[in-house]
Each structure stands twice: as C-alpha cells, then as structure tokens.
C-alpha cells in the first residue's frame, strides 16, 4: 500500500457519460498529479495542484477537470466521455511543489476506466 | 521539443545483468529519475540523479551524465520478477517532469 488512495478501482460506463474519480493523497503530501495510460502506452501528465492550488497542466483535454480540496483530496471529472478514453488513471502524490529536492512521486493503484 | 528516448522494448535471462539506456533533449535539467511498473500496477520510484555519476542500491544502479544527455539504469542478478516495465522521467527547467515511453524487460528462465 502506497498510501495513496484511488477509487473506483474500476469503472465501466457508456459513451456520452461522466465520472468522478477520487484521490487521496499520502498522509503529509501536499501535492497531487493526475496521470492517464492508455494500454501500452506512456504516462500522459494531466494536471497538478499544490496545498489546492493549480500549479501545471499538462494534455488534459477541455471535456477534462479536476480540483484539489481543502482536506487535499483530489477529484478529475470526465465528462462527454469517448471509446478513447478508456485507460488508467493514476493519480500521485508528493511532499512539496516543484522544488523541493528529489520531489519523488508516489502513484495509487490507479482506476480503470472502460467506455463502452 | 522535449524528448525522451528508451528502447521499446529487451529481453535477458534470469541471473544476467541488463542495462537499459535513457537520452533526453529537455528544457533545462533538474534531476532524472527511474520507476518500475508491473502490468497493470503502479510505478514504483527507483532512483534519483541529479549530479553525474553512478548511484548505486542494491541490486539496481543508475548512472547519468548531463553533458551527453545520457543515463543508464542497469539492474544485476536479474529475477523472473523484474520483469516489468522501467520508465525514465526528467526534470526540466520548469521542474516539470518529463516521461518516457518505458522499456518493457522481459526476463527469460
């Protein structure tokens, strides 16, 4: 257990729909990153947030969005949701923002999310 | 562009050592990083480098020169259960990280 927390682990749902997938970062982190994987292929950066605050962006599509709540938690919202869609999503955590040291991610398990 | 570079995909045989090499072309550098990822599963952090030279854990090293763009992460005593997928992440000026596609090792009885 990496102590990050995703959930659902797993999500199946129809085209045209929309989902909310939650993260809860490591107890201590203040830094969240979303990350998508379609199957086989490398890890696509999405978004961060630091203490609740966006802080970069990455592909993340305008159909996409998230946010980061006071308690740190963290929600990316999919909506008009496509057949592409469907890959997994990590979210990850860390302690600081961008400068602090080695600044070293720690991933949840991920939630896959399958459109049908 | 930013760019990463690490080959698709190797194959080694159990007990043998494997290096797996990652150039990269960026927008500054601020460390370079590797993680380990199951199917399926989450990375996994590995190693860290920001000074040239060779980090040593284990059964694992990492090795990077910033004058070529160039490093290494080479792994001894290969065992069924590395086989997995080595990702190679760099930190650019903006301290944004950039990823690799990931080298896939397959490792052989």
């Known amino acids: 257990d990496s102590g990050v927390t995703q959930t659902p682990k797993h999500l199946i749902t129809a085209t045209g729909q929309r989902v909310t997938l939650r993260c809860s970062p490591r107890s201590g982190d203040l830094s969240v990153y979303w990350y998508q994987q379609s199957l086989d292929q490398g890890l696509q950066f999405l978004i961060h947030?630091?203490?609740?605050?966006?802080?970069a962006k990455g592909n993340i599509l305008e159909r996409f969005s998230a946010q980061q709540f006071p308690d740190l938690h963290s929600e990316l919202n999919l909506s008009s949701l496509e057949l592409g869609d469907s890959a997994l999503y990590f979210c990850a955590s860390s302690v600081g923002s961008l400068f602090s040291g080695a600044n070293v991610l720690t991933f949840g398990a991920g939630s896959r999310l399958t459109v049908l | 562009g930013q760019n990463i570079d690490q080959p698709t995909e190797m194959t080694a045989t159990e007990g043998a050592i494997v290096q797996i090499n990652c150039t990269y072309q960026?927008?500054?550098?601020?460390?370079l990083f590797w993680y380990q990822q199951h199917a399926g599963e989450a990375p996994t952090f590995l190693s860290y480098n920001v000074l040239d030279g060779l980090e040593e854990k284990g059964r694992f090293s990492s090795f990077l020169s910033r004058s070529k763009g160039y490093s290494y992460l080479l792994l001894k005593e290969l065992q069924m259960k590395d086989s997995a997928s080595y990702l190679c992440?760099?930190?650019?000026?903006?301290?944004?990280?950039?990823w690799g596609a990931g080298t896939k090792l397959i490792i052989k009885p």
């Open positions: 947030y630091y203490n609740g605050e966006e802080r």
């Open positions: 960026t927008s500054g550098f601020n460390g």
């Open positions: 992440a760099v930190r650019d000026s903006n301290y944004q990280l950039i």
